[in-house]
């Protein structure tokens, strides 16, 4: 089992500047891939951003530029700093990570990001 707890979320202005934390505990050896997914209201939740153990990342190309995922793997900790932040990346944001063998995908609770003047 994997327990992901989310911080780092809150209200910011257009333009503006926030980062996200994902700590990791209990089997953090399984875990291959860890990222961030998000849900706005009446959407259906969408990938952000991934990293894997080796630290190759991928993005959703509405954030590439302006988001970057990083990961401490001695602290089993990722990482989502997020500039020059829309109004449009309002949503929940969900961290997850993915155990290989067998696959499985382990989610945090949520954090609310809202961008907004």
């Known amino acids: 089992q994997v327990q992901l707890v989310e911080s780092g979320g809150g209200l910011v202005q257009p333009g503006g500047s926030l980062r996200l934390s994902c700590a990791a505990s209990?089997?953090?050896?399984?875990?291959?891939?860890m990222g961030w997914h998000r849900q706005a209201p009446g959407k259906r939740r969408e990938p952000v951003a991934i990293?894997?153990?080796?630290?190759?990342?991928n993005y959703a190309d509405s954030v590439k530029g302006r988001f970057t995922i990083s990961r401490d793997n001695a602290k089993n900790t990722v990482y989502l700093q997020m500039n020059s932040l829309k109004p449009e990346d309002t949503a929940v944001y969900y961290c997850n990570a993915v155990r290989a063998v067998p696959m499985y995908t382990y989610w945090g609770q949520g954090t609310q990001v809202t961008v907004s003047s």
């Open positions: 990293i894997n153990s080796g630290g190759d990342t």
């Open positions: 209990g089997s953090t050896f399984s875990i291959a891939v």
